[in-house]
């Protein structure tokens, strides 16, 4: 169980910093 508990926030963690990165890059994204 604690596996998955630390599978889930890697996941989410890597879903952040690719939404961040896109954020950072092209603003636009998140004003639509």
């Not at 169980?1 to 092209?26: D, G, M, P, W, Y």
């Amino acid at each position: 169980a604690e596996a998955e508990i630390h599978k889930q926030l890697s996941v989410q963690r890597a879903v952040f910093q690719h939404v961040f990165l896109h954020a950072a890059t092209n603003p636009f994204l998140i004003l639509r």
